[in-house]
């Protein structure tokens, strides 16, 4: 039979391994970056605002579960370059918070006018940015198809 110096190393030893295969990834996954309890949930959205400043960008991003304000302070030339609005982007958050400071962007879907089902999407334009009138097309069309065919050889 086992002595009883030997049966209290060995309770011990249980003890500290299930103490530690609990505690440890708590413990070690802020650590370790891209691994760790909630890593692998995401946030997607469309941004519809977007606001620079000299020492931050401002981004109000518009998803399934609610808006999300953005406070951007590291990279800021790289995010600032990368999103526009308009933008479908994703968000690696454990779950949904209305304010966010410097979130890590998992990807960005570029905005284009043509969408994928190849439907007309309207630009948004920036912040900022004054709109022109359209140019007044001279050549008359008798149906909209054709007006629609004389613009769209006219953008090239």
Request: without cysteine; negative net charge.
């Amino acid at each position: 039979m086992l002595k009883r110096p030997v049966l209290i190393a060995l309770l011990a030893g249980i003890v500290l391994g299930a103490t530690g295969a609990v505690l440890a990834p708590l413990l070690v996954s802020p650590l370790l970056p891209g691994s760790g309890a909630g890593s692998g949930d995401s946030v997607a959205g469309e941004v519809v605002a977007k606001s620079r400043e000299a020492d931050r960008i401002l981004m109000t991003v518009s998803g399934e579960g609610g808006a999300v304000l953005l406070t951007v302070t590291k990279r800021i030339k790289e995010i600032d370059l990368l999103v526009e609005v308009g933008d479908s982007v994703t968000l690696l958050m454990s779950a949904y918070e209305p304010f966010v400071k410097d979130p890590e962007i998992g990807g960005v879907r570029k905005f284009s006018r043509v969408s994928p089902r190849g439907e007309r999407r309207e630009e948004v334009p920036s912040q900022g940015a004054t709109t022109q009138p359209p140019a007044q097309d001279t050549t008359s069309a008798s149906t909209p198809r054709e007006a629609m065919q004389q613009a769209d050889t006219a953008m090239g």
